[in-house]
């Protein structure tokens, strides 16, 4: 069954039976920050009735909501409302997502909710079973069941998610219960063996599928493991909740026992006369593991591929991944899940195929020929394999061929007629076997992991610290190899807690040392892949390593490489099929966590420290031109900053300032890795990683990146100081001034600006200098201090003129404007606020027009003109918007809200300031916080909400206090009014 999105063009969809997803028109849509889910989960969940706003607040944080809960809750309803309705128009109605009353309600068709498609297929399957239709009953299930993919509402959170993810759950078992019951009514009772086993042991206590499981394997003549089923499941229920099984159990017991013709769905099929009577199947399965965890829908999918053999074809089935991702292990359970599917046995061999001597195909041939009775073995490959496809060709087997090297080393091994089947594993895809199925076999869900850490750990001791435990499988890479490896050497030091594992494993230099016992070794289990691959493919995944990147565009690949685009996705393309690199988007490429360790200890290992800062210099130079190209379109006219390092690259071309915006966003977790590499390395890495910095800044005003950026900064200004590179600190020192005065650390932002000048020549006509004069001017104008400040903003606007930078020019009009009321001179700062609007309106540059109306807004509320000041706030605040400058967003919404509260409209006021208040904690920005928390403090007064309205100013004048901004006094001032005019109710009794 396909997807339900793919099959209505057009429509929403949306997705609760796994990670909460919506789509439109096939395309996926962004459904925002965790909470933001949360909001939208409660509302498809309550299939179209009202929500009530303390409803969604409980259901988001419980009993723990924020000051702000209901000014976060409107912003995420805004959001999510952009996502559904897209075309809206500003201040239109909503149409599906409504306000109602004191809340929300989602309107939607039911169809567009797989929740409520899996209702009706599961209540007409119980139909269609009640009549004697279990076919189409099973069908239905099957159907229905399809739309599940993972565990319900993954990675949403709140108390409401928690409680429907585990009602949610329980639905999907009952279902997967009566899947099995009707295919057990149809006479597929070895098919649902391999399910009802995996079933039970994830739902140890549910006693009907135990029931099922023992009525399945006594129809597949295994009366003993039946009755073993009952024996386990009673002392489970007799130790876990000191009970005896319940009737039905009971009854499936006895009838066994008396061995009931009526359990038997259809008489046994009899031998085939051919058949040899001395003829012993093969069984040559390797033991399959006590605690296989997880896996469960790729192991159902798996028996499908693998038992589906029909017309003339053999079924081959090839599982890929890299080393220790479970495929062995995977590929036997499912094996043993099938045996008997296959009753003429089964044959294995370890190919050896990621080792340096893999095993010879002739002598393979050899070993499986006496396994099946061949009186005698001829010389040649060739004839061998005749023999071999002759004597399985009546005959249904199962072969594992594990560990293979590549195809050629398959092909001889493979039966030539259909009714046997093949399930291969290998490092590499083999995607050159005709007809196979490929499947990759990834890592483990956390959840699964966790599984397989507490079955060989002990529940226990993973209950008693379940954070810690879950940062040991992340250490793990949520690689089976290594989360068995951590395990068991925890399981074997019983004096190590959880945590103490996980310290060790967090250090990654020392993580794949750690991640050995005995001879298992994650580190040596890479190594076998890497030891198969060509130089110049080595040579990629070492260079590959060097930045800490999520993921790899082509362009970045080719650049670290030193090569043409085409010849690097050729080299690329080829680490992805020998499962060394991963590529889940085509022309991205990206590292397991392991992976890049181990590449990152080759490198240290080669030492070829030239050529590794070659690639890192390569990648900078691309970097670092594409983001002057983006400068180029975002700020038209605007003066770029002066490089330290001459570029070799022209970088990529963008189509527009969309275009820039999208490689900006995409690409700045590069950048940052790139430029945290180059920090740590040589002069010539540090002045390209120094001109990024200056460059990135004034693109990127995101304070959420501020704690890295500050930590990279750190080390340059350390290598700059050693290098004696004055050029580079002056840049070093005002990167750090500008994260200072976002974080609101003033007084520390003017020290670090004041230095970035002293660095640079007083004659400096320069880029840097107007950046710092103007940025060290904004920080004394916060701390009232006009008089101070407008010298250094006449000085950069000077500059300005000399260089023809009219964006920045106007831009430092705006500033002066505001430097120019501090000082009490309104008419001359209104003035240069309205020719800043005009020369930004002239030259076309959208981020200068909405700094210069945003300022102008500033100037006329301080200036007595409300009114007019809230019209240009808001026109700034929708091309902030248009930006996704979310900083901005929110001092213009505070600033709108002052403006509102001066015309006295109270909610409208309050309104803005919840939402700037939201905007502003979701960032950390402080002054925006503060600049808030007074609006609306001061709209809650006029509401009638005294208490909550004097709390929010309480708020305000803290963070204006700790920043030493001129906005504590009047703050307090109407604190102190409020308490004296209405005090609080004293506390209730």
């Not at 925002?32 to 989960?41: D, K, M, R, Y």
């Not at 919404?893 to 109270?906: G, I, M, Q, T």
Request: proline share 6%; glycine share 8%; with cysteine.
């Amino acid at each position: 069954m396909e997807r339900q999105e793919k099959s209505h063009p057009g429509a929403l969809r949306f997705q609760v039976l796994g990670p909460l997803q919506a789509w439109r028109d096939g395309r996926q849509l962004l459904l925002g920050s965790p909470q933001q889910q949360a909001v939208l989960t409660a509302l498809l969940l309550s299939h179209g009735r009202p929500v009530t706003t303390q409803d969604l607040v409980d259901g988001l944080w419980g009993d723990r909501p924020p000051p702000q809960a209901v000014a976060a809750l409107r912003t995420y309803v805004s959001r999510l409302r952009s996502v559904i309705e897209p075309h809206r128009e500003v201040r239109a109605p909503a149409e599906l997502l409504i306000s109602v009353s004191d809340g929300y309600a989602l309107r939607i068709p039911s169809e567009s909710l797989d929740l409520s498609l899996f209702d009706g297929m599961f209540g007409k399957a119980s139909a269609a079973r009640a009549a004697g239709d279990s076919r189409e009953a099973h069908r239905l299930l099957v159907d229905g069941l399809s739309l599940w993919s993972g565990r319900p509402l993954a990675g949403v959170p709140g108390p409401y998610a928690d409680a429907h993810r585990v009602r949610l759950t329980e639905r999907q078992a009952t279902a997967q219960e009566e899947r099995c019951a009707a295919a057990l009514d149809i006479g597929l009772h070895a098919e649902v063996i391999g399910e009802l086993s995996s079933l039970a042991a994830e739902h140890p206590l549910r006693e009907r599928l135990r029931e099922l499981l023992m009525l399945a394997l006594y129809r597949c003549g295994r009366q003993a493991e039946s009755l073993g089923v009952y024996a386990d499941t009673r002392k489970l229920l007799i130790e876990e909740l000191g009970v005896e099984p319940g009737t039905g159990l009971a009854t499936m017991h006895a009838r066994i026992l008396a061995a009931d013709p009526g359990l038997m769905a259809a008489p046994a099929a009899a031998p085939r006369a051919e058949e040899s009577p001395t003829f012993v199947p093969p069984a040559q399965l390797p033991a399959d593991v006590s605690d296989f965890s997880g896996r469960g829908k790729l192991v159902d999918e798996l028996r499908e591929m693998v038992g589906s053999g029909t017309g003339q074809a053999v079924v081959v089935t090839s599982l890929a991944g890299i080393g220790g991702v479970g495929k062995t292990t995977l590929a036997v359970h499912v094996a043993h899940s099938l045996r008997s599917e296959f009753p003429d046995g089964q044959l294995y061999v370890d190919l050896r195929g990621a080792g340096a001597s893999p095993a010879d195909p002739a002598v393979v041939l050899g070993y499986f020929l006496h396994a099946l009775g061949a009186p005698e073995t001829p010389d040649s490959v060739e004839q061998r394999a005749a023999l071999y496809r002759s004597l399985l060709a009546d005959r249904r087997m199962l072969i594992l061929l594990d560990n293979a090297r590549d195809a050629q080393q398959l092909m001889p091994l493979i039966p030539g007629v259909s009714g046997s089947a093949v399930l291969v594993t290998s490092r590499s895809r083999l995607a050159e076997i005709p007809g196979a199925h490929l499947v990759d076999v990834e890592e483990l869900t956390p959840d699964e992991a966790l599984a397989l850490f507490s079955a060989i750990v002990g529940e226990q001791r993973v209950a008693a610290e379940p954070d810690a435990a879950l940062a040991v499988v992340k250490a793990c890479g949520l690689l089976p190899l290594a989360v068995r490896i951590a395990a068991a050497r925890l399981a074997s030091r019983p004096r190590w807690s959880v945590s103490d594992l996980a310290r060790r494993l967090a250090d990654q230099r020392r993580r794949l040392h750690e991640l050995q016992l005995g001879n298992l070794a994650v580190e040596t289990t890479i190594g076998l892949g890497y030891g198969q691959l060509r130089p110049e493919e080595a040579r990629a995944f070492r260079l590959l390593s060097l930045v800490d990147a999520p993921d790899l565009p082509l362009p970045a690949v080719a650049a670290l490489l030193g090569t043409t685009e085409t010849d690097a996705e050729a080299l690329a393309e080829a680490l992805v099929e020998a499962n060394m690199l991963e590529c889940f988007t085509p022309g991205r490429y990206r590292y397991h966590d392991l992976l890049r360790l181990y590449a990152q200890r080759q490198n240290e290992r080669l030492r070829d420290t030239a050529e590794q800062d070659e690639a890192l210099l390569r990648l900078l130079d691309v970097l670092l031109a594409t983001m002057r190209n983006a400068s180029r379109l975002i700020e038209p006219d605007d003066l770029l900053p002066e490089l330290l390092h001459g570029l070799s690259a022209p970088g990529l071309d963008l189509a527009d300032g969309t275009a820039a915006q999208d490689w900006l966003r995409a690409e700045l977790p590069l950048v940052l890795a790139g430029v945290e590499a180059a920090v740590q390395g040589p002069p010539q890495l540090l002045r390209p990683a120094v001109d990024l910095f200056i460059i990135l800044r004034s693109l990127i005003e995101d304070p959420t990146h501020g704690p890295r950026i500050r930590g990279a900064l750190q080390a340059a200004e350390g290598n700059a100081q050693s290098y004696g590179d004055s050029a580079a600190l002056a840049r070093i020192r005002f990167a750090v001034g500008f994260l200072q005065h976002v974080a609101g650390e003033f007084q520390h932002a003017e020290v670090s600006l004041r230095e970035s000048l002293a660095l640079q020549g007083p004659e400096d006509v320069t880029h840097l200098r107007i950046s710092a004069a103007n940025l060290l001017a904004i920080v004394l104008s916060l701390g009232d201090r006009s008089a101070e400040a407008l010298p250094f903003l006449e000085q950069a606007h000077a500059i300005s003129r000399r260089l023809g930078a009219v964006v920045s020019e106007a831009r430092l009009l705006g500033n002066m404007a505001r430097a120019q009321v501090g000082l009490g001179n309104h008419t001359a700062g209104v003035a240069s606020a309205r020719s800043a609007v005009t020369a930004a309106r002239a030259s076309g540059n959208v981020p200068c027009l909405a700094d210069t109306l945003y300022q102008l807004g500033v100037v006329l509320r301080s200036t007595g003109s409300a009114a007019e000041a809230a019209g240009h706030l808001r026109e700034a605040y929708e091309l902030y918007r248009t930006q996704q400058h979310r900083i901005w967003e929110g001092y213009s919404l505070a600033r709108l809200a002052s403006c509102l509260l001066v015309d006295e409209r109270h909610r409208e006021a309050a309104e803005a300031a919840e939402e700037s208040l939201a905007i502003a904690q979701e960032i950390d920005a402080a002054y925006c916080q503060g600049l808030a928390n007074a609006a609306l403090g001061e709209a809650l007064l006029k509401l009638g909400q005294p208490a909550r309205g004097l709390a929010c100013l309480q708020e305000a004048h803290s963070v204006f206090a700790r920043l030493g901004v001129p906005e504590a006094l009047p703050v307090q001032s109407l604190v102190d009014a409020q308490r004296h005019t209405e005090p609080l109710a004293p506390p209730a009794p």
